[in-house]
Structure formats: structure tokens, C-alpha cells
């Protein structure tokens, strides 16, 4: 039953998915950049500084939603003890990091012409930096640590502690005054972002998501061959 | 079916969690004061310990027809539709700032109704929409 999950069959079920997301990834881009860059309208009050958000919002969400995965794969790892749980966390770690230095440094530029400054101490970017934080710390660990088992679970803790930070993160401008505005799409009721706007914020990250799971795929194949090296037939 | 460890792991985890959720929350909720990125006219009318030496942001929108602005200095009124404050500065402002749009002054209180501002802050809102949508809504409010 578990046969798929066999490395060797794994692996080539890996390069199959990375030869197929390749083949449409950049068509992809070019589709949504086209939609985001120049199709879409300019804002009424920013202009085309608005076109930042297409990046910025799906870059959060990503953030967001990368280190919600880690957490949640990390609890049951920690107490079930299913060891390929660690090798996903591990290879998406590094995204999640990127995505959301991406999010804190596009944020920073839209807010220099939008708010008048790049950096505001409001709630919002700080627990937005400490989820940076989270995840440096989550990578650190895997580096420093060269005993799998203990490298897994400290990850694991910090992981599952850092979630508590990610409700925070969501509600951080609701709860308190922020420079940062609330949220313009609610799970909830209708959003404040015209659907004009909407179609290439959606394509963007649709296509930023493609572009995860293929670093994602990348980094696990590499992390299937070091098993491999080391002449382990499972974990 | 559970082993007695995977059981003694997860409580050890349900119970750590549960505590440091409850002490992350006291620990904001005793800090909220300093969270705030900035007051409203409402909560400064309110509080009682105003300090009038320490610099501060106030923030609300910008009133109707109170933004004057001549060659020395840009007077207006900041208003959270409840309590106002008045706010003088002298600068330059983001493109973004207007009346009846959100900002944040960053100054110092003269007293509870007078604001010298050394920097302005545009806030902008969650409503994103291309300009012409703008105008037919305008012209349906008329």
C-alpha cells in the first residue's frame, strides 16, 4: 500500500511533476504579469503603486500559510513520530522564509509613496518580523544540529510555539490602531478589492504558488538523494 | 492504541501550549497601550495621564473642509466622528494625504485639543478600485 511512498518511486514521481510544472510555469508568469502589470486598472487613490499589492498580498498569504503547514506537520511529527514529516518541513522552511521577507520588503516599498515612510512600529510588521524570525530560528536548527533526531525535535517546539504567533499576525489589525489596513478580502462577506483587481491578485498567486511547489519538489528531491548517500532504504 | 509515550507527549504538549497561550495573551493585553500605533482624539480625551512632553501619533480622518493650507504651515482637523483634534504642521505630506482619508501625526500635544505635528503619515484603507468606478459612485452619492 505504501509502495508510492517508496523513495525510489517518489523520486520519480518528482521529476515527472517538476518536468510538468516547468513546462507551464512561464507561461503562467507571463500571464499573470501581463494581467497584473499592465491590464489591470490603477487605482483611484494609489495609482499604479497598487500593482505592488500583487506581489505583496500573495506573498503573505504564502508566508502565512507555509508556516500554518509547518506547525500543524511538526505537532503530529512530535508526538506520532512519523520521521518524512520532518524532511516536508524541512524543504519548505526556506519558501516560507523568502516569501515572507518578500511580503516585509514589497510592504516597505509600497509604504514609502503610499504612508510616507518605509518602516512604521506597528503591529502588523513587527509580528510579521518575528514570523521571519520563527522560521530563520527553524532553519538555524537543521544547520547547527547535526543529530537528525534532536535537530527534528527542537524544529518541532519552535515550530509549534510559533504558531501561536500566526492568529496574531491575522488579527493584529483588527485588534490594535495600525498604520497597516485591514483586511480587503474576507473569508467572510463580501471583499472591498474590485473584481477587476481581483483576477490577477487570484493568477499571482496561483502562479507564486506553482513556483513553491516546484522549489518545494527541488529541495525534497535533494533531501531523498542524501538519504540515498547515506544507504538508507527508509527513514 | 496509543502508546502511553504518545499519549504523555501530547498532554506534555497540550499543557505547555495552553499555558503559554494564556501568558502570551496577558502579556499583550497588559502591553496594548504601547502596541498602539497610534491614539484616536477619543482616547486621548479619555485618558488622564497625558503627557505633554512626550512625542506622540494621534490618527483619524482627516474632517471635511478643515484642511487650510497656506505657505508656512497645513492646519487641519483629525476626527474619529466622535471627538476632534486639531493639528498644525509644517513639511511636506505623502501624495496619498486628503481630506475625509486616514492619518497618523506624529508630534506633541499642546493640550487636549491642539496638536503640533513634525511628521504626517497617510493611512490608507482596505478599498481598492479603479478611478472610473470612483467617479460613477461619486456622482451616484450626489
Known amino acids: 500500500m ?14 515527472k511533476l517538476i518536468y510538468f510544472i516547468n513546462s507551464i510555469f512561464f507561461i503562467l508568469l ?47 511529527n512530535f508526538i506520532f513520530k512519523i520521521k518524512y514529516f520532518s524532511l516536508i518541513t524541512k524543504s519548505i522552511a526556506p519558501i516560507g522564509l523568502m516569501f515572507t ?27 510579521m518580523s518575528i514570523l521571519a524570525f520563527f522560521y530563520f530560528l527553524f532553519i538555524c536548527v537543521h544547520k547547527l544540529f547535526s543529530d537528525q533526531e534532536i535537530a527534528d525535535r527542537i524544529s518541532s517546539i519552535i ?23 485591514p483586511a480587503s478580502i474576507k ?49 | 492504541m496509543l502508546t502511553t509515550k504518545v499519549k504523555k507527549r501530547a498532554y ?8 503559554s497561550v494564556v501568558a502570551i495573551f496577558f502579556i499583550l493585553k497588559s ?25 506622540i501619533r494621534v490618527g483619524g480622518m482627516v474632517k471635511k473642509n478643515s484642511l487650510e493650507i497656506d505657505s508656512e504651515e497645513i492646519k487641519f482637523t483629525i476626527t474619529d466622528f466622535e471627538n476632534e483634534i486639531m493639528v498644525s ?27 503640533i505635528a513634525d511628521r504626517i503619515l497617510a493611512k490608507h484603507d482596505e478599498n481598492y478600485m479603479p478611478p472610473e468606478l470612483k467617479k460613477i459612485m461619486k456622482e451616484n452619492v450626489k
Open chain 2, 89 to 115: 504642521y509644517s513639511g511636506t505630506v505623502p501624495n496619498l494625504f486628503t481630506e475625509e482619508k486616514g492619518v497618523v501625526a506624529e508630534g506633541k500635544l499642546q493640550d487636549k485639543k491642539f496638536f
Open chain 1, 187 to 235: 473569508i467572510l462577506g463580501s471583499s472591498t478589492i474590485h473584481s477587476s483587481m481581483l483576477l490577477p491578485l487570484f493568477l499571482m498567486f496561483f502562479v507564486l504558488i506553482l513556483y513553491c511547489a516546484l522549489i518545494f519538489l527541488m529541495k525534497y528531491k535533494t533531501e531523498i538523494i542524501r538519504i540515498k548517500k547515506k544507504n538508507l532504504k527508509r527513514l
Open chain 1, 159 to 181: 515550530a509549534i510555539f510559533g504558531a501561536i504567533n500566526i492568529p496574531i499576525i491575522k488579527y493584529s489589525v483588527n485588534w490594535w490602531n495600525t498604520l497597516h489596513q
Open chain 1, 101 to 127: 521577507c518578500i511580503a516585509i520588503i514589497t510592504g516597505s516599498i509600497w509604504g514609502q509613496p503610499t504612508w510616507g515612510t518605509f518602516w512604521a512600529w506597528d503591529a502588523r510588521i513587527i509580528s
Open chain 2, 31 to 55: 502591553l496594548s497601550s504601547n502596541i498602539l500605533y497610534f491614539k484616536s482624539p477619543t482616547e486621548i480625551k479619555n485618558s488622564n495621564d497625558t503627557n505633554f512632553n512626550k512625542k
Open chain 2, 12 to 19: 506534555l504538549l497540550a499543557a505547555t501550549l495552553t499555558v
Open chain 1, 30 to 76: 507571463l500571464v499573470a504579469l501581463s494581467f497584473a502589470l499592465i491590464l489591470s486598472p490603477a487605482d483611484y487613490l494609489q495609482g499604479d503603486s497598487v500593482r505592488i499589492m500583487y506581489v505583496h498580498v500573495p506573498a503573505a498569504w504564502i508566508g502565512l500559510a507555509s508556516f500554518s503547514f509547518i506547525a500543524l506537520l511538526s505537532l503530529i
Open chain 1, 2 to 15: 505504501f509502495n508510492i511512498f517508496h523513495n525510489s518511486n517518489l523520486f520519480k514521481w518528482i521529476e
